[in-house]
């Protein structure tokens, strides 16, 4: 069954725009978690514009599921993922002035770079996954890198499925496939709801986890943080009948 990792970055920017301790981070990661949520995901950047380096030493005690950090492989969010210790660290390829993630790797391209940051991780213990585009062609070189999993990013699909477009599956269900024949566990995330979400696990159900941010906040509003939540576990249990 796919696991519902919740991601809190658009809390910590609530929180943020005050610049107190409200909403407080620590408290919504543990309700989150009673709630039903299967993991905590947050994305730290070195600008600290959501979620600072601190909040990583304070989630760890609280987080009782699993603990994902997603982020650039840069010197000092190494250096903060190999301290904090989580369950996986998804690594990102961040442009400096992006906004949120909006590509994953070119794992031909960085295969040297992400093997040495892979084997870094691994040997501290640490499952790794790689933000991927919906491609084919990149799967084998992710594998080869030391991987565990790699993450789809979504965004595509969520766009052309909104249009009506249902075919923008195949990419997907095509790069998740093969990743599984090289040993790949296949995550994803970026852009899925509840709108959303059934259908794509319906059509990809060996998709290990997804990690669901700004969607999940934002039906939050009207919703409630523990009926959003469980709005997703049926919807994903339902995907898996």
């Not at 620590?26 to 299967?38: D, H, L």
């Amino acid at each position: 069954m796919t696991k519902l990792s919740v991601n809190i970055n658009k809390i910590a920017t609530i929180r943020n725009a005050r610049g107190g301790n409200t909403p407080n981070l620590v408290e919504a990661a543990i309700k989150i978690q009673e709630f039903g949520g299967q993991g905590i995901t947050i994305h730290p950047r070195p600008d600290e514009r959501h979620i600072r380096y601190q909040d990583v030493y304070d989630l760890k005690p609280v987080v009782t599921t699993e603990f994902n950090i997603e982020g650039k492989p840069v010197d000092s969010f190494l250096e903060l993922v190999l301290n904090s210790k989580p369950e996986q660290v998804t690594l990102v390829p961040d442009a400096e002035d992006a906004i949120t993630s909006n590509a994953g790797w070119d794992t031909i391209k960085h295969f040297d770079y992400l093997t040495d940051v892979i084997k870094t991780f691994k040997d501290a213990g640490i499952r790794t996954s790689i933000f991927l585009d919906p491609n084919t062609a990149l799967v084998e070189s992710a594998a080869k890198t030391g991987a565990d999993r790699i993450e789809l990013y979504t965004e595509m699909f969520a766009s052309e499925y909104e249009k009506g477009n249902k075919a923008a599956i195949n990419s997907y269900k095509e790069t998740a496939k093969l990743a599984l024949e090289h040993g790949l566990a296949v995550n994803a995330g970026h852009d899925l709801s509840l709108d959303n979400i059934e259908f794509f696990i319906k059509e990809i159900p060996e998709i290990a986890e997804v990690s669901i941010g700004h969607a999940l906040i934002s039906e939050a509003l009207y919703l409630g943080l523990e009926n959003t939540i469980q709005a997703y576990l049926r919807k994903i249990e339902l995907a898996n009948l």
